[in-house]
């Protein structure tokens, strides 16, 4: 019956994510979490903590990133291996019950209603910092379809937004328990009351500061080019994109990731060169190849130059095999080489003064890794991606999600141009302005409006800082308090 019980509330825990935020959920979901966990660590089970939370853990992952099988079945000589998938989900939720064993361990004396949230935040960050290739689980996405809620991002960043939601969550267990009520509703105040009117005052602006200064046109192009379709030639995709640029008046014209269908072995690209008008810039996404080594780049082409980034932050087992003799089977999805790491700066420069930052595919979900000194200034952020690879229904929409809370916490608008979508203009806030569907071919235009706009970066440094602080004060006066 526990068991039935762990694995139901991590089935339940995955609702809360898109595509579904059914966010009512969470009020029932982490009080039940907080009582569990209360009558284990009474009991003084660590083994049955461990246990119960591997069978939560792997109840969430299996549900929530149930979309990882489907790279195995793009081509029909790894379909047999979709299983591999599975490892991955174990390994995730047996570092998510190791944490909470710890956790639980260390802080036996600090207040279930703290600890639940710290134990999920502290996940988070583990697995999107030490674990490569996994900021994709971060609480923050449940309220990512909230355009009201979305302003928490832009002040508190992620990780600590992350806490507050599942600390809200938690609200419950205190009035159901009754225990030292008055008591931590005071110390609730300091991870809760007091940042939100902090946050409220530092968003309250009288005066309109983000005076829109520039302009630029743009179309964006969602081709819907499926991978694995030999039917589509390298010609056919090639005259597909020369015919779209050519009936094109947008000043700047973007197509998804690796949309050019030739190896680049040089930048001259005469062919696309010559179809621009004066004055426009494409952006494109091809494979890069030079010295040996091949790279998924970002092209930005004007009819006299040519610049580029290559992605910096790569997908394993997607755009290299580590251990690649042991897991040779996967070439199929990989390829036979892996592609290397870029080393160019996050920054390329437009006409008129217009600076953005290039993102490809999911680098847009390493949120400490694209802003810095260099480019915290730029206009906008461009993120290119092909999402064929994620399926039809979870990935995609966890993948667009995360580009929203990506632009609130930025405070930068967001072009997002994907493959076969969902393609969209994002602004600052994290709002959806215009978007495509899901495995259509569509395209659209848009003027984008440039602002200045003010980062708060360095704050979610400050309020990490802050929220440890009040977090070891509190485990420090229980400790005192229970020797």
């Given at each position: 019956m526990i068991t039935l019980i762990y694995l139901s509330l991590g089935l339940l825990t995955s609702l809360l994510f898109p595509p579904y935020f059914f966010l009512p959920l969470g009020f029932i979901i982490f009080p039940f979490l907080c009582l569990l966990l209360d009558l284990n660590r009474k009991n003084n089970i660590n083994l049955n903590i461990f246990k119960n939370f591997s069978l939560f853990g792997f109840g969430f992952f299996i549900s929530y990133l149930f979309w990882v099988k489907n790279p195995f079945f793009v081509f029909e000589e790894t379909k047999n291996f979709y299983l591999v998938f599975l490892l991955l989900i174990i390994l995730l939720s047996l570092i998510l019950s190791l944490i909470f064993t710890i956790i639980s361990k260390l802080g036996k004396n600090i207040p279930i209603f703290f600890l639940i949230p710290f134990m999920f935040t502290i996940t988070e960050y583990i697995i999107s910092v030490i674990f490569y290739g996994f900021p994709w689980f971060t609480f923050s996405l449940v309220i990512s379809s909230n355009e009201y809620l979305?302003?928490?991002?832009?002040?508190f960043g992620t990780l600590i937004s992350s806490y507050l939601i599942i600390q809200i969550f938690c609200l419950p267990f205190i009035f159901i328990t009754k225990v030292n009520l008055n008591k931590e509703m005071r110390y609730l105040s300091f991870f809760i009351v007091f940042p939100i009117i902090f946050l409220l005052i530092l968003n309250f602006n009288p005066k309109n500061n983000n005076l829109k200064n520039k302009t630029i046109d743009l179309e964006i192009f969602q081709l819907n080019?499926?991978?694995?379709?030999?039917?589509?030639?390298?010609?056919?995709?090639?005259?597909?994109?020369?015919?779209?640029?050519?009936?094109?008046?947008?000043?700047?014209?973007?197509?998804?990731?690796?949309?050019?269908p030739y190896l680049l072995d040089d930048l001259d690209l005469k062919i696309l060169k010559d179809s621009l008008k004066e004055n426009q810039v494409l952006i494109i996404g091809a494979t890069r190849f030079e010295n040996n080594k091949y790279y998924n780049s970002l092209i930005s082409i004007t009819s006299s130059k040519v610049n580029y980034f290559d992605k910096k932050i790569l997908v394993p087992f997607g755009e290299f095999l580590p251990l690649r003799n042991s897991f040779n089977f996967l070439e199929k999805i990989v390829g036979p080489n892996n592609f290397s790491n870029g080393n160019k700066?996050?920054?390329?420069?437009?006409?008129?003064?217009?600076?953005?930052?290039?993102?490809?595919?999911?680098?847009?979900?390493?949120?400490?890794?694209?802003?810095?000194?260099?480019?915290?200034?730029?206009?906008?952020?461009?993120?290119?991606?092909?999402?064929?690879?994620?399926?039809?229904?979870?990935?995609?929409?966890q993948h667009f999600y995360l580009t929203k809370i990506r632009a609130a916490e930025f405070n930068k608008p967001i072009i997002r141009v994907s493959n076969n979508g969902i393609s969209a203009?994002?602004?600052?806030?994290?709002?959806?302005?215009?978007?495509?569907?899901?495995?259509?071919?569509?395209?659209?235009?848009?003027?984008?409006?440039?602002?200045?706009?003010?980062?708060?970066?360095?704050?979610?440094l400050i309020l990490k800082i802050y929220f440890l602080i009040i977090f070891l004060l509190i485990t420090f006066y229980y400790l005192r308090k229970n020797v």
């Amino acid at each position: 019956m526990i068991t039935l019980i762990y694995l139901s509330l991590g089935l339940l825990t995955s609702l809360l994510f898109p595509p579904y935020f059914f966010l009512p959920l969470g009020f029932i979901i982490f009080p039940f979490l907080c009582l569990l966990l209360d009558l284990n660590r009474k009991n003084n089970i660590n083994l049955n903590i461990f246990k119960n939370f591997s069978l939560f853990g792997f109840g969430f992952f299996i549900s929530y990133l149930f979309w990882v099988k489907n790279p195995f079945f793009v081509f029909e000589e790894t379909k047999n291996f979709y299983l591999v998938f599975l490892l991955l989900i174990i390994l995730l939720s047996l570092i998510l019950s190791l944490i909470f064993t710890i956790i639980s361990k260390l802080g036996k004396n600090i207040p279930i209603f703290f600890l639940i949230p710290f134990m999920f935040t502290i996940t988070e960050y583990i697995i999107s910092v030490i674990f490569y290739g996994f900021p994709w689980f971060t609480f923050s996405l449940v309220i990512s379809s909230n355009e009201y809620l979305l302003f928490s991002l832009k002040s508190f960043g992620t990780l600590i937004s992350s806490y507050l939601i599942i600390q809200i969550f938690c609200l419950p267990f205190i009035f159901i328990t009754k225990v030292n009520l008055n008591k931590e509703m005071r110390y609730l105040s300091f991870f809760i009351v007091f940042p939100i009117i902090f946050l409220l005052i530092l968003n309250f602006n009288p005066k309109n500061n983000n005076l829109k200064n520039k302009t630029i046109d743009l179309e964006i192009f969602q081709l819907n080019f499926k991978n694995n379709d030999k039917s589509l030639t390298p010609e056919k995709k090639l005259n597909t994109i020369i015919n779209n640029i050519q009936k094109s008046s947008a000043d700047l014209l973007i197509f998804g990731e690796n949309n050019f269908p030739y190896l680049l072995d040089d930048l001259d690209l005469k062919i696309l060169k010559d179809s621009l008008k004066e004055n426009q810039v494409l952006i494109i996404g091809a494979t890069r190849f030079e010295n040996n080594k091949y790279y998924n780049s970002l092209i930005s082409i004007t009819s006299s130059k040519v610049n580029y980034f290559d992605k910096k932050i790569l997908v394993p087992f997607g755009e290299f095999l580590p251990l690649r003799n042991s897991f040779n089977f996967l070439e199929k999805i990989v390829g036979p080489n892996n592609f290397s790491n870029g080393n160019k700066q996050r920054l390329i420069n437009l006409p008129n003064n217009i600076s953005f930052i290039p993102v490809i595919c999911y680098e847009i979900v390493f949120y400490w890794k694209l802003l810095n000194k260099l480019n915290y200034n730029s206009n906008f952020i461009i993120n290119i991606t092909n999402d064929f690879w994620f399926g039809k229904y979870i990935g995609p929409y966890q993948h667009f999600y995360l580009t929203k809370i990506r632009a609130a916490e930025f405070n930068k608008p967001i072009i997002r141009v994907s493959n076969n979508g969902i393609s969209a203009v994002i602004d600052n806030k994290g709002s959806i302005i215009k978007n495509t569907k899901l495995n259509n071919s569509e395209k659209f235009k848009y003027k984008l409006y440039l602002q200045e706009n003010i980062n708060f970066v360095n704050l979610h440094l400050i309020l990490k800082i802050y929220f440890l602080i009040i977090f070891l004060l509190i485990t420090f006066y229980y400790l005192r308090k229970n020797v």
